[in-house]
Nanobody
Framework: QVQLVESGGGLVQAGESLRLSCVAS????????MGWYRQAPGKQRDLVAV???????NYADSVKGRFTISRDNAKNTMYLQMNSLKPEDTAVYYC?????????????WGQGTQVIVSS
């Protein structure tokens, strides 16, 4: 069964760093674009950063210069390095990925990992 599992969330103080990981598993043949999204309480889920299979990236303006997305295709893993965290970064962070499985491309989501930034 194909799944994405995030890890690395936690409680930190403003100015500190966290590194999130997202591991894809389940007999996947190929992974396309991967991305990080976040959802704060009472708000919609918003894009944080995306990375194509070729390495091109796109970031939300609010995280540019502070967050870095990367991936290790050999390990089917994506990362989000988050530096200079702010209280407004507090949210549940989700990863997603387009993956080739069962003879088709489909979009998969992880279960989310909580990030809390205290002031």
């Amino acid at each position: 069964q194909v799944q994405l599992v995030e890890s690395g969330g936690g409680l930190v103080q403003a100015g500190e760093s966290l590194r999130l990981s997202c591991v894809a598993s389940g007999g996947i043949f190929s992974i396309g674009d991967m991305g990080w999204y976040r959802q704060a309480p009472g708000k919609q889920r918003d894009l944080v950063a995306v990375m194509s299979s070729r390495g091109s990236t796109n970031y939300a303006d609010s995280v540019k210069g502070r967050f870095t997305i990367s991936r290790d295709n050999a390990k089917n893993t994506m990362y989000l390095q988050m530096n200079s965290l702010k209280p407004e970064d507090t949210a549940v962070y989700y990863c997603n990925a387009n993956m080739w499985y069962g003879s088709r491309w489909s979009l998969y989501w992880g279960q989310g990992t909580q990030v809390i930034v205290s002031s």
